[in-house]
């Protein structure tokens, strides 16, 4: 089984632009999620962007690197991409989120692992929901699970669901190469365009997400005040 990383990453985020590039202690935040990935038991690791900045900085440091449109609505349209432009052949590829910069090597392995069952297409981790200001944030996506697939992805949860059991999704993403070409050709679906979740869409086309339970949690940057936090968090533990 042979397995390729993706980390899309591009320049013109909504909450934070230019976030790829920002320092966080010393390295930009795509080096580190760079530095991570190779850690892991992933044959290959290449990042997919659409601005020469982005491009140019993984040069620097001797990343692996592919020039992608910047018309994708999500990640995993530029997955896609990348792995045709630089012709691909693995059999499992895992989009690893570009804004994790801490994000554990063994996280990207218990992915990898998963893809010994054989009926497993998609896979993804969760953390079971420890805090309660994680309901709120809108930020921090929710998901629900039965028999160890995803029923829903929520942005907020109401109080009267509180009693169910959520955890907090971690966006990274493992697909078998041909339903990754498959879930790319779908439009766009009512809920996906109404959360801005990617996986709401495959999951109304009837397309199974296997979540991972997973202890480790992870420190995705969406606003510059999350990147003051994991400065903070990691700074003090060096």
């Known amino acids: ?30 080096q580190r999620v760079y530095e991570q990935a190779i850690k892991s038991k992933l044959d290959k690791v290449v990042v997919a962007t659409d601005d020469h900045r982005i491009f140019n900085e993984v040069r620097s ?29 693995h059999e499992i590829i895992i989009n690893i989120q570009g804004d994790e910069p801490f994000i554990n090597p063994a996280q990207i392995n218990q992915l990898i692992d998963s893809f010994n069952n054989e009926e497993i ?9 420890e805090s309660e200001e994680i309901f709120f944030d809108p930020n921090k996506i929710k998901v629900t699970i039965n028999n160890k697939k995803a029923v829903s992805f929520d942005r907020i949860i109401n109080s009267e669901f509180k009693k169910e059991i ?3 999704h971690i966006g990274i993403y493992a697909y078998r190469s041909k339903i990754l070409k498959k879930i790319c050709l779908l439009s766009p679906s009512s809920l996906e365009i109404k959360y801005g979740l990617e996986q709401l869409r495959w999951l109304q086309n009837g397309i199974d997400i296997v979540v ?25 533990s060096k």
Do not use: Q, W
């Open 121 to 129: 297409e998609i896979s993804t981790l969760a953390k079971l929901i």
């Open 166 to 168: 959520f955890y907090k």
């Open 212 to 236: 991972l339970e997973t202890s480790l949690d992870s420190f995705n940057v969406d606003t510059p005040n999350d990147l003051k936090k994991i400065i903070e968090r990691f700074g003090s």
């Open 61 to 89: 440091f001797n990343g692996e690197v592919v020039m992608t449109s910047s018309d994708h609505i999500s990640g995993t349209e530029r997955c896609l991409e990348a792995i045709n432009k630089i012709n691909s052949k």
């Open 1 to 30: 089984m042979t397995v390729i990383g993706i980390i899309p990453s591009r320049y013109y985020s909504s909450r934070f632009p230019g976030k790829p590039l920002e320092n966080i202690l010393g390295k930009s935040m795509i």
